[in-house]
């Protein structure tokens, strides 16, 4: 469900927010972040790698368009008001909407997976000039090590630029950590999004229709081509 409406999402599931966000600009098809951890989590103990390496805090990255760095919970209003129509619907909870409660409870388990080693790695987008919320994005890790990304606008921060900057840095951020091989699922229609995830290197791959019987188009691109990891603080 990508869109750069831009709204993004590499997986999602039933979860709202999924991880909740709005610009359609990323992938799309994924499983509720609970689901994931409890899946992930009972064999993450026994099978230590790169890729799941304990984080202690969540990584600031940056460039000139866009700044990644933790959700915040005085930040929950902001995110709810950033969810519209588009994205509830490319998310596939319309004609449900986010509330403050299921927002913060995305927030707590994304920073439950930072934290315990889990796959998800989620990060909160914010304008590099007054720091606003302004989306968020994703990096789902599987089991093999690959890894899915998502990425999402809020309602009136769309067609800024915000997506592809985002995509640009989560893609450093996954050859930074060992990831070599990323996924992007868009809806044939989501051509915002289709176009973040093109200017972001990736490519058509193929096609594939989901347990819901939603097409997606898988793109797909190997995380270490630029070679280059992004800024931190």
């Not at 902001?78 to 409660?101: I, K, L, N, Q």
């Not at 890790?141 to 592809?164: E, F, L, M, Q």
Request: charged share 25%; with cysteine; glycine share 10%.
């Amino acid at each position: 469900m990508n869109r750069d409406l831009a709204t993004g999402y590499s997986d999602i599931g039933d979860g709202r927010p999924r991880p909740a966000g709005s610009h359609c600009c990323a992938s799309a098809s994924c499983s509720p972040p609970e689901t994931c951890q409890r899946r992930e989590k009972s064999r993450a103990d026994d099978r230590r790698s790169l890729h799941y390496s304990l984080v202690a805090a969540v990584p600031e990255l940056h460039n000139d368009g866009i700044i990644l760095n933790a959700h915040n919970d005085s930040e929950v209003a902001a995110h709810v008001a950033g969810e519209d129509e588009e994205t509830a619907r490319r998310f596939g909870w319309w004609p449900a909407y986010s509330t403050e409660e299921t927002v913060r409870a995305a927030y707590a388990t994304w920073a439950r997976n930072w934290q315990e080693d889990g796959p998800v790695r989620a990060f909160a987008a914010r304008d590099p000039g007054s720091g606003a919320l302004v989306g968020n994005c994703e990096l789902r890790i599987g089991p093999d090590g690959t890894g899915r990304v998502s990425y999402w606008t809020h309602a009136g921060k769309r067609d800024r630029g915000y997506a592809r900057n985002a995509l640009a840095l989560l893609v450093g951020y996954a050859a930074s950590i060992g990831v070599t091989h990323l996924e992007a699922h868009v809806a044939p229609d989501n051509h915002a999004s289709r176009h973040v995830a093109e200017a972001g290197g990736f490519a058509q791959a193929d096609t594939f229709t989901d347990g819901e019987g939603t097409e997606f188009i898988r793109y797909t691109r190997d995380a270490s081509d630029d070679g280059a990891a992004p800024s931190r603080n």
